[in-house]
């Protein structure tokens, strides 16, 4: 495996000091967040509370001023680096705790939350840390989420929307549901859950009128959001230009396509693809090209055929080795309020490996698996597993910052990498390639047009929304979604997969020419999810380095 020279890249005492005390604040005051980075904590929870959000912004303000101080005085280019992603990630939660204020703006980030909090009592087969006694502690938690909830809404902070309306009485129904699955649970354990399912189906009844707030991204907190806490640098006029030329990239790829492969649409309508010939699969045992009434066995088949070939031709293109396979298997409704279809838990203590949580709408189906759908959770695999999020995240104990890169990651790192592993999808086939490149557009679409939208004017924004409908029909057809508007959400991965390829590029330039690509990629992923232009600039200052065996 190709990795940095452990010996070199050794960041100072003062510095390690530092980042330990970041680890350990984001441990402490967002216990459940990080649990979905990495180990869980079982043992403490989220203080919402005012006294504690306001302690929790205070402490990230000093730790900015203590890592603002260190910068200006480092020397090596190590500690440069390291000083620099901290300085982003503390730059990023203080956004968020200052800035967005999700906790005093909408109730989502409750259920989330909450979600969150019950999720690794859910895991199958069950982690042996998970007892009825740390269950109870988080569903006292969860009440205590929602009755601060319940008072910011009094006080005219939060105003519900009807699909927050919905979503209350969606995650009564999914802890129930999650309650039930367990098994046999003690009295004080159905007390809990019914008073927490009370207050969230009275919540909603008084609250189905109200009507939400618009809200929205201003311009100078966009600007340090791109610039700041993804650590781009860049501006958002900058962006904004990048991110549309990037993405008539993947139009045109997508368009040429479709002229050798058929439309996108036929791909949806097509149940009898011969896949296993065209991708040269080996199949599990008793593996059926169609699937219909529930029959969960065979669509679990056929994801765990996908990962093992994925695994298979990723080897010798994208890696040397892969890592140690994670487990697939079928979440529950819980999973909802966290991901759309899939998550993705690296988890990293005893018992608790690494795994790739499934929605039961993906498993659960009454219509056959037709080739867009094995395309679609191809993909999906391609991105959570191999060559995604997986392979990344194992590798990151061999970066600089090593042991705390399960917390002080960055989401345009992760995301970034795992847009551009998608890349493999065209490496198996046309249609490979078309779900790859519709899978990037999705990312990149609502970006730019946000962000033209807020830099030039929604003039412009209709033009360049005009320009995408007329030249590429197939795109509006397939009914691309623009995030309620904006589509914030999908700008990490679209930021962050222009950030790989640069950071790809800037290493594959420095380096003598023959270099494979698996031992460039090798020694980009061993840095683990960091900024991606911060691990180019390790990589190419330093150089490159001897293969381990």
Request: glycine share 6%; proline share 5%; charged share 20%.
């Amino acid at each position: 495996m190709m990795i940095f020279n452990e010996k070199e890249f050794v960041i100072s005492e003062p510095l390690q000091h530092l980042v330990a005390r970041i680890y350990k604040l984001y441990r402490e005051k967002q216990p459940v967040g990080a649990s979905l980075c990495g180990s869980v904590q079982w043992d403490r929870a989220e203080d919402l509370s005012d006294q504690g959000l306001a302690d929790y912004a205070e402490a990230l303000k000093s730790l900015a001023t203590d890592v603002s101080v260190f910068k200006s005085k480092a020397i090596g280019l190590t500690d440069r680096v390291v000083a620099e992603e901290i300085g982003r990630f503390v730059e990023e939660k203080l956004y968020q705790a200052s800035v967005q204020r999700l906790y005093y703006t909408s109730f989502m980030p409750y259920f989330q939350l909450i979600a969150a909090s019950l999720l690794p009592f859910s895991l199958n087969p069950p982690l042996p840390e998970a007892t009825d006694e740390r269950l109870s502690e988080r569903l006292h938690a969860a009440q205590g989420w929602l009755d601060l909830a319940a008072r910011r809404q009094e006080l005219g902070f939060i105003v519900a929307s009807s699909d927050e309306v919905s979503a209350a009485q969606n995650l009564a129904t999914a802890i129930v549901e999650f309650i039930r699955l367990r098994g046999t649970i003690s009295s004080r354990i159905a007390g809990q859950v019914d008073q927490l399912c009370s207050k969230l189906h009275r919540w909603t009844v008084g609250l189905e009128g109200a009507i939400l707030p618009k809200r929205g991204l201003r311009p100078e907190h966009l600007e340090h959001l791109l610039s700041n806490c993804f650590g781009t640098g860049q501006s958002m006029s900058w962006w904004a230009n990048t991110l549309t030329e990037r993405m008539f990239v993947d139009l045109d790829n997508f368009a040429h396509i479709e002229k050798e492969a058929g439309t996108f649409q036929t791909l949806s309508q097509l149940t009898d693809w011969d896949f296993v010939s065209e991708w040269g699969m080996e199949l599990d045992d008793h593996l059926e090209t169609n699937v219909v009434n529930n029959d969960p066995s065979s669509v679990l088949n056929w994801l765990h055929s996908v990962y093992r070939h994925l695994r298979s031709k990723a080897m010798g293109t994208y890696v040397h080795t892969t890592a140690p396979t994670a487990r697939i298997e079928v979440g529950n409704r819980l999973l909802s309020f966290l991901a759309t279809e899939v998550l993705y838990l690296p988890l990293s203590e005893s018992g608790q490996e690494a795994r790739m949580l499934v929605s039961p709408m993906i498993v659960y189906r009454n219509t056959p698996m037709n080739c867009r759908f094995r395309l679609h959770t191809a993909l999906a695999i391609a991105h959570e597993l191999c060559p995604g999020h997986h392979e990344h995240v194992w590798r990151r104990t061999y970066g600089v910052m090593g042991p705390y890169l399960d917390c002080l990651q960055s989401s345009v790192g992760l995301e970034g990498w795992a847009v551009f592993a998608e890349g493999i999808m065209a490496d198996l086939s046309p249609k490979g390639a078309l779900e790859m490149h519709y899978s990037r557009i999705r990312r990149l679409m609502p970006s730019a047009i946000a962000l033209t939208l807020m830099e030039k004017g929604r003039d412009v924004a209709n033009i360049l929304l005009q320009d995408i409908a007329s030249h590429y029909p197939s795109i509006v057809k397939e009914g691309m979604r623009y995030g309620g508007g904006l589509g914030w959400a999908s700008l990490p991965y679209a930021v962050g997969l222009v950030e790989t390829e640069r950071a790809l590029e800037q290493m594959n330039s420095a380096y003598p020419k023959g270099e494979s690509v698996p031992a460039i990629t090798e020694r980009y992923l061993s840095q683990g999810p960091m900024t991606p232009c911060l691990i180019a600039r390790l990589a190419t200052q330093a150089g490159p380095r001897e293969e381990r065996k």
